[in-house]
């Protein structure tokens, strides 16, 4: 069974960072790219990152949204078959839950979620910015 489960969330201050988990079961990621999504209350969900895999040697490949792009950093460990986001500078507006899963590519047209097979979005983990 396919299992993500989220977490590293937590209430921080503007300008704080917080680094969050994700660790996936039920397959091995190392053959697949893989991103962090976000959904802010009352918003659609939103592409964050995404990130290559060893498999097609892409592994350090990586995509930023706009609003994220130097302040946060996508990573994995396959081995541990966990995927990372260091969020730094955090803001007000980056207040969202959080999710990861496989996508279909690791580039801005293709950062996004591979509806089958892969199970279904984890709970989250809830992310607050505020002063």
């Known amino acids: 069974q396919v299992q993500y489960v989220e977490y590293g969330g937590g209430s921080v201050q503007p300008g704080g960072s917080l680094r969050l988990s994700c660790v996936v079961s039920?397959?091995?990621?190392?053959?697949?790219?893989v991103g962090w999504f976000r959904q802010a209350p009352g918003k659609p969900r939103e592409e964050v990152s995404c990130?290559?895999?060893?498999?097609?040697?892409?592994?350090?490949?990586?995509y930023y949204d706009d609003a994220v792009r130097g302040r946060f950093t996508i990573s994995r460990d396959d081995a541990k078959n966990t995927v990372f986001l260091q969020m730094n500078t955090l803001k007000p507006e980056d207040t969202a839950v959080y999710y990861c899963?496989?996508?279909?590519?690791?580039?801005?047209?293709?950062?996004?979620?591979?509806?089958?097979?892969?199970?279904?979005w984890g709970q989250g983990t809830q992310v607050t910015v505020s002063s």
């Open positions: 990130i290559g895999n060893s498999e097609d040697n892409t592994e350090r490949m990586t």
């Open positions: 039920g397959f091995r990621i190392q053959y697949y790219n």
């Open positions: 899963t496989v996508t279909h590519g690791w580039s801005k047209q293709q950062c996004r979620r591979r509806e089958y097979g892969f199970g279904s």
